[in-house]
């Protein structure tokens, strides 16, 4: 029997005599109608739900309401009649069963009372009505609760916590209008509604006070107290990217076609455009919404392919051995953008491994199929087919000088690892010296083994080039001080010059074998967890312990440069590793917190990304690369260089450049930063302070004490006269460790 008949039945007596009549209505209709438990349908659980419902009604009402309600007992008030009773319990019966209404009460026949059609639209009529605007945002009341949470992306507008969705809302109407989305979820700390993120650094906003580096919270809160006394919220992160960037490390991988956790991106007219569309992209997190903008909004051409062969504003490309190439020759091209200048390099420097406007030559390798000779082409190809349906490489040079010599005459090279450089990359070994000499220095293996790719075989890779023993091998000890690999002798005697003024001695091939191993190859001696390689584990257990926790790798392949980044970040207290900030805190582990800075300085001290960013790395990054590291505190067209033109200040360049206009149409050279100084340094606001050590001026002294002391006490005109060019000569070539200036 069907059960909502029966039901018809048990209630028949009370609804028989009963004459449907609507009064002044107070309320519209259910979708579906009659659905009092919000189930989505009208079913018996409804009409028993109505019946409970009337029963409470007519009996005072007494307690709370039958738990069967879905959202508030008006629900049940189906007839729109402003009462609850036995009226509405028929009228969901009818409904319920898929019968049609009478239609004095129901003139279109659509199963909703007219009286309902034709009421008012009230919040707080228990019914959720979506045409006249109702939704869980603007009446919880008669729609419930927003589903999802505040600290989850959902498709739907609003979330479950009325006071933080109104408080993120009030800052981002889109979160209750559209959905709750990305930047909805990161305005819960941003805009210090709530707590989502566990973290509370400083480069997000949270609603605690402070950010855990004294350094970056002494500069922000001298400026906002507020950061420091109640939250450090989305203003203090606007200080963080703005005047405080030098001090707080969050200049990670910001590129404008990339989510990052930082705010803003790589490219100011960019940053502008989206931040004016949505400012939360320079407040909180660049997130996947801020580049859609980015993309749809701004114009901006994101290369998803990364043709090494044109510019895109992603840094790096698609091929690694040209990436390997380009960036070793600017490392900006990894860090920042590949630009155009990375696109001339890979179809110059590194025109062989990119394969960047280089000619199809069947004697060199490229990266088409096929040759410039048909005759050579069929040859070779006759005996690799890959050779003309996929790449050109060197299997197929290979046979050019062997099997098909006659159709192609190419020169066989002249490749001895240990004697002799040629223009062509890697050399004749089984791959041991190769993989030793290019992680020493990957030109070796991308562009040319050339001279220098020869005094690394002999002096750090004698045992994997099986090279005679020489007098100046670094992994082998011998009685003359130094080792005929440069980086490798500054490596090991960085802090201790006995190395390399006194004797070459088993201490000296241990430290290559152990903290300077990725400069020298030496065989392992020790495993420091603060120095990357390629063997896993290191020579603490707690440390290992704790990094391989979190990154298996580590444990199982090697004990790589992410193995060292866990070894500072995560697990510091094990492991007695640090971090730098680039500017002032240097530590012992590779690089430091900004690739910009990081590329900069190590293009020019290839220690401080290899083996620990130290304190020479720091004098560096202040003194060399003060544009990349944003250490640089004073006025830039007063100090600083660029290859540009002009320095940014309205009032400095006019003066300069009246007296030489190249240093607005060109480059802001040494002349112009010196005509800043004198005579434009009222209208340049130049400081009349000491002069940069490595760049030089009319006054005596420099800005770096301990550079100043080691080139005065050589030549004391520099400290009594004026550090001119002769003293920056010096400190870059007498005292380089303290001056850190670039050759």
């Known amino acids: 029997m069907n059960t909502l008949r029966r039901t018809v039945g048990f209630i028949t007596l009370s609804v028989a005599c009963l004459v449907l009549i609507a009064s002044e209505a107070t309320a519209q209709c259910q979708n579906p109608v009659g659905d009092i438990n919000s189930s989505g349908k009208t079913d018996v659980v409804d009409v028993q739900c109505g019946i409970l419902t009337a029963l409470w009604v007519l009996s005072g009402p007494i307690g709370p309401s039958p738990d069967c309600i879905g959202i ?43 009286a309902c059609e034709n009421a008012d639209d009230q919040c707080g009529n228990g019914l959720c009505v979506g045409a006249a605007g109702e939704t869980c945002v603007t009446c919880p009341t008669d729609c419930g609760l927003c589903a999802g949470g505040c600290c989850e992306e959902h498709t739907n507008p609003g979330c479950n916590n009325p006071d933080v969705q109104d408080c993120v809302c009030n800052a981002d109407p889109f979160c209750c209008e559209v959905s709750w989305d990305a930047n909805c979820v990161a305005g819960v700390d941003l805009h210090v509604c709530g707590t989502c993120q566990e973290d509370t650094g400083c480069c997000t906003g949270h609603s605690t006070p402070g950010c855990g580096i004294p350094a970056c919270e002494d500069c922000v809160c001298s400026l906002e107290p507020f950061c420091c006394e109640v939250a450090w919220d989305a203003e203090c992160v606007f200080v963080v990217a703005g005047a405080c960037e030098g001090a707080c490390p969050c200049a990670k991988d910001n590129a404008c076609c990339k989510p990052h956790g930082v705010p803003g991106c790589n490219d100011s007219n960019i940053e502008a455009c989206v931040c004016n569309l949505e400012p939360i992209c320079c407040f909180g997190p660049w997130n996947s919404a801020c580049v859609d903008i980015a993309k749809t909004d701004c114009l901006l051409t994101c290369d998803e392919n990364l043709n090494c062969c044109a510019p895109s504003a992603i840094p790096g490309c698609a091929q690694p051995n040209c990436q390997n190439c380009v960036c070793a020759v600017d490392s900006l091209c990894c860090a920042v953008a590949w630009d155009n200048e990375c696109v001339q390099i890979a179809g110059s420097t590194c025109g062989v491994t990119c394969g960047c406007g280089f000619t199809d030559d069947c004697c060199t390798i490229h990266p088409t199929p096929g040759c410039d000779d048909t005759d050579c082409e069929s040859c070779v190809c006759g005996h690799d087919e890959l050779c003309c349906t996929t790449l050109w490489d060197e299997g197929c040079v290979g046979l050019g000088y062997t099997d098909c010599v006659l159709s192609c005459g190419c020169p066989p090279p002249v490749s001895d690892c240990c004697t002799t450089a040629t223009q062509q990359p890697g050399c004749n070994s089984e791959g041991l010296c190769q993989e030793c000499v290019c992680k020493l220095d990957p030109n070796c293996c991308n562009i040319a083994w050339d001279e220098e790719c020869v005094v690394l075989a002999n002096a750090a890779c004698t045992t994997a080039c099986a090279c005679p023993e020489s007098d100046n091998a670094c992994c082998l000890p011998h009685a003359a001080p130094g080792c005929g690999a440069p980086l490798c002798a500054d490596c090991i005697c960085r802090n201790d010059d006995f190395c390399c003024t006194v004797t070459w001695d088993e201490s000296c091939v241990a430290k290559g074998g152990a903290e300077c191993a990725p ?212 400190a870059t070539l007498d005292c380089p460790a303290a001056c850190g200036c670039n050759f």
């Not at 009818?94 to 009372?113: E, F, H, M, R, W």
């Open 519 to 730: 400069l020298c190859g030496c065989a392992p001696t020790a495993a420091p967890c603060c120095t990357p390689r390629t063997t896993p584990g290191c020579d603490s257990s707690t440390c290992t312990q704790c990094v391989c926790a979190a990154d298996p790798f580590c444990c199982e392949v090697a004990w790589a440069g992410s193995c060292v980044t866990l070894a500072a970040e995560t697990c510091g207290a094990e492991c007695g590793c640090t971090s730098s900030n680039c500017c002032s805190l240097p530590s012992n582990t590779p690089g430091c917190l900004s690739p910009d800075c990081s590329g900069c300085v190590c293009a020019n001290d290839p220690y401080c990304c290899a083996v620990a960013f130290d304190s020479v790395c720091v004098n560096q990054a202040n003194s060399s690369c003060g544009v990349a590291c944003g250490c640089f505190t004073g006025n830039i067209c007063c100090n600083l260089t660029n290859t540009t033109g002009g320095c940014g200040d309205d009032a400095c360049e006019p003066c300069v450049c009246n007296i030489d206009p190249f240093c607005c149409t060109t480059a802001w050279t040494q002349d112009c930063v010196q005509l800043a100084n004198e005579p434009c340094q009222f209208a340049c606001s130049c400081n009349p302070g000491p002069v940069d050590c490595c760049i030089g001026g009319s006054t005596p002294g420099c800005n770096n004490p301990g550079c100043e002391s080691c080139v005065c006490d050589l030549d004391p005109f520099c400290c009594s006269a004026a550090w001119d060019e002769v003293c920056v000569e010096e």
């Open 72 to 114: 508030a007992p008006l629900v049940a008030d189906v007839s729109c009649d402003g009462n609850i009773n036995v009226v509405d319990v028929q009228l969901i019966i009818k409904i319920g069963i898929g019968d049609t209404l009478s239609v004095d009460i129901d003139a279109n026949q659509n199963l909703c009372p007219d």
